[in-house]
């Protein structure tokens, strides 16, 4: 099976970088995504990474290390509207879990003004 | 793309009865997934239809629990005998299986369910 650790609240005032983690632990996965969530909304699609490296889109960018079990979302000149939970996200290889997206607990990011 | 839209938006039931929830995907999306979503947590795989075909179901489902997909269309979910531990928001999500949108999961805005 999958199983995926975010910190689960994290805190930065507006304009400023924040990282959000997440390490796991899979037999096999096609790639790692990322998902906003506002409270009372549904989650949205913000990124994806197949391979290693580094995705920028706009202000967001993801990066994953299949070697470290890692990857991580990157926000710059945060805006009050991203405060919001995200959630990383892993599809594995495996029969039985090539089908399901399995998502991790969440962070929650709080933008102070 | 209009979106998934998922109906009832909120469904406020008593122990013991049966509730029924629908989701109509985005159209051209052939597969389908349920996910359970409590506070605080991430979303939770429930199954997976892949056009009419329920191919994947979660062991932590319950035989309570049963959903359909005829004509690989829209799908329903239906909880017997609700219980007060299944009070949480019911997503559905679909997605496309051509890249390189075949990882994208659009999600609908999910049934809140409360059990009294």
């Known amino acids: 099976g999958q199983s995926l650790e975010q910190p689960s609240e994290v805190t930065a005032v507006e304009g400023a970088i924040v990282q959000i983690n997440c390490t796991y632990q899979?037999?096999?996965?096609?790639?790692l995504s990322w998902y906003q969530q506002h409270d009372g909304g549904a989650p949205t699609f913000l990124s994806y990474?197949?391979?290693?490296g580094l995705e920028e889109t706009g202000r967001f960018s993801s990066f994953l290390s299949r070697s470290d079990s890692y990857g991580y979302l990157l926000l710059q000149e945060l805006q009050m509207k991203d405060s919001a939970s995200y959630f990383c996200?892993?599809?594995?290889?495996?029969?039985?879990?090539?089908?399901?997206?399995?998502f991790g607990s969440g962070t929650q990011l709080t933008v102070l003004p | 793309d209009t979106g998934v839209s998922q109906n009832p938006r909120h469904k406020i039931t008593k122990r013991g009865q049966n509730v029924t929830f629908r989701c109509d995907p985005i159209?051209?999306?052939?597969?389908l997934y349920w996910y359970r979503q409590t506070l605080g947590q991430g979303p939770e795989f429930l199954t997976y239809?892949?056009?009419?075909?329920?191919?994947?179901k979660s062991r932590l489902l319950s035989d309570r629990f049963s959903a359909e997909r005829p004509k690989g269309s829209f799908s329903t979910l239906e909880i017997q005998r609700t219980e007060q531990g299944d009070s949480a928001m019911y997503l559905c999500?679909?997605?496309?299986?051509?890249?390189?949108?075949?990882?994208?999961?659009?999600f609908g805005s999910g049934t809140q369910l409360s059990v009294l």
């Open positions: 999500a679909s997605r496309s299986a051509r890249p390189p949108t075949n990882e994208k999961l659009f």
């Open positions: 899979t037999s096999g996965f096609y790639g």
């Open positions: 990474n197949a391979l290693d």
């Open positions: 996200a892993v599809r594995g290889i495996s029969s039985g879990s090539a089908r399901q997206l399995t």
């Open positions: 159209s051209e999306h052939n597969r």
């Open positions: 239809f892949q056009n009419e075909a329920q191919l994947e």
